[in-house]
């Protein structure tokens, strides 16, 4: 029997029908995460990362639709799950949290409630168990004063600690896979930092596989093994992080690694920022997408669309760099 | 049923033009056909001495009590013998114009009041939304009883106090934009440039206004022609033998188990002129302005 | 939360104050003087004299004024012109009749109105989403007094389902009582089931799109679960501020309905009074409409920030 992973993506294409016509979100996604890995997946807004870990959830919006491909999570294929079977994966095997604590909780439910929901939900116990799990799962999570937090509503915790309190829930049935969407971009700095640190110790102590989504590749420096970097809805370039950020073998990456400041940069070199705007995702350029905002192009890349190949230790989608050209300023 | 909700300006960009009735019609269906119904309606009103078959008083005993589609009256006759086709025709003229004296009425009044209100500010802000407030404590329904009650009943006095029921509405409206014009960059530098108070309120309040204003009068419209129905049919407002819809369903409704028309025929005339105003204001605040939607 | 409600009844203060001044003045709006209106023909000067000191109008209108809010305070509303008999007694005895109107006719909008509404909201665009949109428009343009007349004549005068007029009070026999409040509740309560219905549709699109309600599906929570349990709460917040209102503003919709099914209720009584020129009367029902309608406002807010714990009370 061969080594199956646990969740494996093949191809997956995902449509949103919009008002401005249906635009390819997901396009030919193909990734794998293992037993207490910890993958990044990088991009802009509208790159098709969020989308692609709705996918995964199967909590797309209305409009939106997987057309193609298939997703495997413990060897069983999640497009065929009844909605019932998949809503008990939900919460206890894969869970999610999501950018905005400020939004993502109910603001008429008291925050252990919601909490300590996820085990009325699978397990069915009494809600005063579930109260006193949801006080244990904010200790560990860091919540200060849990006994009393727990009985508060979420608009009386700040930011921090509602995010805090979405991993805790999250955390709450002990997932085989968790799913951050930019958990830490609505927050202030100093308190992004904890929660990093908090998500990452709960990867080391429990195994639990961690898919990390952000736009921010410092975030996914400090946590990641692996980094899989989005564009347009496709994956450019893919592999080990270090790997990735000591040599991107995609000019997108490149350009993203240039726009963030380092610490061992010369004092004088300038940060440069992405030339252009992002694709506009219903009307799609010929060839490689990131081509018109791409310092490197050449003809071909408004011709033909590259695939993702192996250059050097990576995958990368790059006519440029497959060829052997090494990218620089 | 209570009175048409108020709408509170909407806070966003301020430069409004008022965009062209006609224009908003083209691109939203609900404009349209509520502004094409709202239209016939008044091409009725005003035709209606033209197009009517007969006279909407003349009485016919003979003929009286005859069902719809007899020869010669299309919607049949009263217990009178008249004909309702053209009573209800003529009733147009009556239900129209009741709520276009009393959207008038509550225009002005309200519009002064909260013209005054926000302009002054301070005590006589106070004073005269304490006022408004003590309108709006009465029911609508209630507040235009009472006052046709201690008026006395009659179509005059059902339209003033209609108007008076609408007053709030405009008043808290109109205060709501000039409030939110006042500290406005250009309105505190026409007034550095010497403008008059009436100069800046006609050149820039006037336009700001346009918008809600329309959706209101659409909407206050409605109210005012059920309102008016309401009280001719409790016998408060048009007297026999006006040809008013209210009325007809009163005297009609006690003929109701023989010939149920009488009272069903005015009934559906008063639900089509009340719909139709409602959907021209409804649309019309959908169209101006999509975060009002409710 | 103590000192938001202390500040909600001083506001009430003045607004209550002018209510009382409005429906005090009402009698002396009356163009002429109100004796030669409640007497009509027979006008003779003892006569007017004895209806002057009954209604207290020899002395100074705002003496007239304290003497009035006095006795109404405390319990006095005045006396029935024609009847003599106590305002206040002539309502008491007629409110049961209006209450139990009003509360089957909420009771009826409500349960038509919250599962019609939520059910239009989450399978939007489906036939009952049509269906429910065509009752709220109907609803808030046809009159209710006409409804009434389409379900006398085709509820109770050509089918014979419900009995047409008559009240049979609730605790005397619950059956018939509800039989006999069926027409008029349905037609009372059909505005009301237009306006909650509408409020809870749009409120309920709007929260189901809401961050939260992601949440709650990650979770594993199924749809039932998240429409009924973490959706249903936060959407009908705003529709209790509408019943609120609906609730207070019970006799004004009883007006027309007690009439058009003689209802022996506040509502007719205020009619049969108005033709009577029996101002007292008329005036006390109003001056009860009026409050009943501003506690209605004052609760409706208070329940509001129980409800929405978000909202706080510095």
């Not at chain 1, 899989?228 to 592999?239: D, L, S």
């Not at chain 2, 005269?128 to 235009?144: G, Q």
């Not at chain 3, 209510?19 to 209106?37: K, N, R, S, W, Y």
Request: charged share 15%.
């Amino acid at each position: 029997m061969a080594f199956s992973h646990l969740l494996e993506l093949e191809n997956v294409h995902t449509e949103l029908s919009l008002a401005e016509g249906t635009l390819r979100a997901v396009d030919g996604v193909s990734l794998t995460i293992d037993a207490g890995e910890t993958l990044g997946i990088v991009g802009e807004s509208g790159s098709g990362k969020s989308m692609t870990a709705l996918s995964i959830m199967r909590l797309l919006p209305r409009s939106g639709r997987i057309v193609e491909g298939s997703i495997r999570f413990k060897d069983r294929v999640l497009s065929d799950l009844s909605e019932d079977e998949m809503e008990a994966i939900r919460g206890t095997e894969m869970a999610m949290i999501f950018q905005d604590p400020m939004t993502s909780l109910n603001p008429v439910y008291r925050t252990g409630w919601q909490v300590g929901e996820p085990l009325r939900i699978h397990r069915h116990v009494r809600s005063g168990e579930a109260i006193a799990t949801a006080t244990d799962l904010f200790q560990q999570v860091g919540i200060p004063d849990a006994r009393s937090r727990v009985r508060h509503f979420p608009h009386m915790l700040s930011g921090g600690m509602r995010q805090r309190a979405m991993i805790a829930m999250g955390l709450s049935m002990s997932p085989s896979l968790l799913i951050a969407d930019e958990p830490t971009t609505a927050l202030d700095v100093t308190i992004q930092a904890q929660i990093l640190d908090l998500l990452r110790r709960l990867n080391r102590e429990y195994g639990t596989a961690t898919i990390l989504i952000t736009h921010n590749l410092g975030v996914v420096a400090g946590m990641c093994d692996r980094v899989i970097v989005m564009y347009a809805g496709r994956i450019v370039e893919q592999g080990r992080t270090e790997d990735v950020f000591s040599h991107p073998e995609h000019p997108y990456t490149w350009s993203l690694l240039r726009s963030i400041p380092r610490l061992d940069a010369e004092p004088h070199e300038p940060l440069t920022p992405i030339e252009g705007s992002p694709p506009d995702m219903v009307h799609l350029p010929a060839g490689c997408k990131f081509q018109p905002r791409c310092p490197f192009a050449v003809a071909r890349c408004s011709r033909e669309e590259p695939s993702l190949l192996q250059v050097r230790d990576q995958l990368a989608r790059c006519w440029v760099t497959q060829a052997g050209t090494e990218l620089n300023a | 049923m209570s009175n048409a909700p108020a709408i509170v300006a909407a806070e966003g960009p301020i430069r409004r033009r008022p965009v062209a009735l006609l224009e908003l019609a083209r691109k939203n269906r609900g404009v349209l056909v509520g502004l094409a119904l709202v239209a016939v309606l008044f091409l009725v009103a005003l035709l209606a001495p033209v197009i009517s078959p007969h006279d909407p008083i003349a009485t016919e005993p003979d003929n009286a009590y005859l069902p719809p589609l007899s020869p010669g009256h299309a919607l049949g006759t009263d217990e009178l013998g008249r004909d309702q086709i053209s009573r209800i025709l003529w009733g147009a003229r009556i239900s129209l114009p009741v709520a276009f004296v009393a959207v008038a009425v509550g225009l002005v009044a309200g519009g002064l009041i909260g013209l005054v209100s926000g302009y002054a500010g301070g005590l006589t802000d106070l004073l005269l939304m304490r006022v408004i407030d003590a309108l709006l404590a009465f029911p609508a329904l209630i507040l235009a009883i009472a006052l046709v009650a201690a008026l006395g009943p009659s179509l005059r006095n059902a339209m003033i106090a209609i108007g008076i029921v609408a007053i709030p509405a405009y008043a808290r409206l109109v205060r709501a934009v000039v409030l939110q014009l006042k500290p406005m960059e250009f309105v505190v530098a026409t007034r550095s440039l010497g403008a008059t108070p009436v100069r800046i309120v006609l050149r820039h309040l006037i336009p700001n206004l346009m918008n809600p204003v329309l959706v209101q009068v659409s909407l206050s419209a409605g109210f005012a022609i059920l309102a008016e129905a309401v009280l001719s049919f409790l016998g408060l407002g048009a007297q026999p033998p006006t040809p008013d819809w209210g009325q007809m369903i009163t005297t009609g409704r006690t003929f109701l188990p023989n010939d149920p028309w009488l009272a069903i025929i005015p009934g559906v005339a008063i639900s089509i002129t009340v719909y139709s105003f409602n959907l021209l204001g409804d649309s019309l605040r959908d169209a101006l302005d999509p975060r009002l939607r409710r | 939360m103590t000192t938001y409600v202390l500040r909600r009844l001083v506001l009430m203060v003045p607004v209550a104050f002018l209510v009382t001044v409005g429906v005090f003045m009402l009698i002396h709006l009356t163009p002429g003087d109100p004796a030669l209106i409640i007497l009509g023909e027979d006008r003779s000067p003892q006569a007017i004299a004895q209806i002057h000191q009954e209604l207290g109008l020899d002395k100074p209108l705002y003496v007239q004024y304290v003497i009035w809010i006095d006795n109404v305070v405390h319990g006095d509303w005045g006396r029935s012109i024609t009847t003599h008999e106590p305002v206040a007694g002539a309502i008491t005895e007629r409110l049961p009749a209006t209450i139990e109107l009003g509360v089957v006719a909420l009771i009826w909008s409500l349960l038509v109105a919250i599962p019609l509404g939520t059910v239009a909201a989450v399978r939007r665009g489906s036939v009952v989403d049509k269906l429910a949109t065509g009752i709220a428009v109907a609803g808030v343009s046809v009159p209710n007094f006409f409804i009434g007349i389409v379900l006398i004549f085709v509820l109770s005068v050509s089918a014979r389902l419900f009995p047409f007029g008559g009240y049979v009070p609730f605790f005397q026999d619950p059956w018939e009582s509800l039989r006999h409040v069926a027409l008029p509740a349905i037609a009372l309560g059909t505005a009301g089931t237009a306006i909650n219905m509408r409020f809870t549709r749009s409120s309920m699109i709007e929260v189901l799109g809401l961050d939260y309600i992601r949440t709650a599906r990650a979770k594993g929570a199924s749809w039932r679960r998240v429409v009924f349990i973490h959706a249903l709460k936060n959407a009908l917040i705003p529709v209790v501020t509408i019943v609120g209102l609906q609730i207070g503003g019970i006799i004004e919709g009883a007006v027309v309905t007690e009439t058009v099914f003689t209802w022996p209720g506040v509502g007719r009584l205020a009619v049969e009074s108005i033709f009577n020129r029996d101002y007292t009367v008329v005036q006390g029902v109003v001056l009860l409409a009026a409050f009943s309608y501003m506690v209605a406002n004052l609760v409706v807010d208070l329940v509001y920030g129980w409800l929405d714990p978000r909202i706080s009370y510095a």
